[in-house]
């Protein structure tokens, strides 16, 4: 992360997903920022957030979660506009890891006038992600947990779906190729983190605190419910420690690396969101590619 100075007198504006549940307070503390507010409906805001860049708007605010985060990202990315943060997702990973308030009042003036840095972005193919993406077993968990949780919220449907993908752990041979150098697995999960991360609860995904740069790639080797239960035990109650001991789990921090499944499509999960890819599926890390506003240091959440 590299700190850079701010765009002289920026013009401000702020989108707002106007689907997001905390919709009314964000406007309300987007308003006594003192930022230009336009709320618009997810299918909108990318073509609004295209304009205002062509308009050349020096910060944009962008009001949601992480999958609206990634949308004003992957536009404003190798611009000279500056991205700020509202945080009004469910878990607010890419907020949290860079010290961003998620309480919207705090936000929002750290977004009219915080200083500005520029930080590490994610791609699979041409797509940007900004914390985790994910193939095999972890698809079929946030598939479900995404059916159940209008229903019963998001902490009991996460348990519910957790026990559904541990009964259909399926495997799949992944072929990766780190630095010029093949290796084949038979994987039943591949997670992939832009920095270093966490793998233990109650901050499992969360980058590691002063973690090194570049592409974690975890895979996960079990053949079985039972060993792949004890692998998620291990991980997820004492992280990567515990979790390096199993024989089905292997991890690497690489620059880029190539996953060529043995079919010529598959379902991915970036940043808590599912999409379709042609594979094979190429991932790599862009270093300070993207300039957000962040909290002055010595400031708190």
């Known amino acids: 992360m590299t700190v850079a100075p701010p765009v002289h007198g920026p013009i401000l504006k702020a989108f707002l997903n106007a689907a997001c549940g905390n919709a009314k307070a964000a406007r309300e503390a987007i308003a006594a920022a003192g930022f ?79 200083p500005v840095v520029s930080v590490d972005i994610g791609y699979v193919n041409d797509c940007v992600f900004l914390n985790t993406s994910s193939i095999g077993a972890y698809v079929t968990f946030v598939r479900e947990r995404e059916r159940l949780e209008k229903h019963l919220g998001y902490s009991i449907a996460s348990v519910i779906a957790f026990a559904k993908m541990l009964s259909e752990i399926r495997t799949f041979s ?8 093949k290796k084949t697995y038979r994987a039943s999960l591949v997670f992939i983190g832009v920095g ?62 190539r996953i060529d499944l043995t079919r010529p499509t598959a379902t991915v999960g970036l940043d808590g969101e599912l999409k379709r890819f042609r594979t094979p599926l190429d991932y790599r890390i862009e270093r300070d590619a993207l300039q957000i506003v962040v909290a002055p240091p010595g400031g708190d959440e």
């Open 36 to 114: 230009e507010l336009e709320a618009v409906q997810p299918n909108e805001l990318e073509r609004r957030l295209k304009e205002a860049i062509q308009e050349g708007t020096g910060r944009i605010l962008v009001a949601g979660g992480d999958g609206t985060i990634a949308t004003a990202a992957a536009l404003v990315v190798k611009t000279k506009t500056e991205l700020a943060i509202l945080p009004g997702g469910t878990l607010n990973h890419f907020a949290r890891d860079h010290g961003i308030p998620t309480d919207l009042g705090k936000a929002a003036l750290i977004a009219s006038d915080g």
């Open 174 to 181: 992944v072929t990766l190729e780190l630095e010029g150098e």
């Open 196 to 257: 270093e991360r966490e793998l233990r609860l109650p901050i499992l995904g969360s980058r590691v605190k002063n973690g090194k740069r570049g592409l974690h790639v975890m895979i996960v080797q079990g053949r079985t419910r039972a060993r792949l239960f004890a692998l998620a035990l291990a991980g997820i109650t004492r992280g990567r420690q515990e979790a390096d001991k199993l024989p089905e789990f292997q991890e690497f921090l690489v620059d880029s690396c």
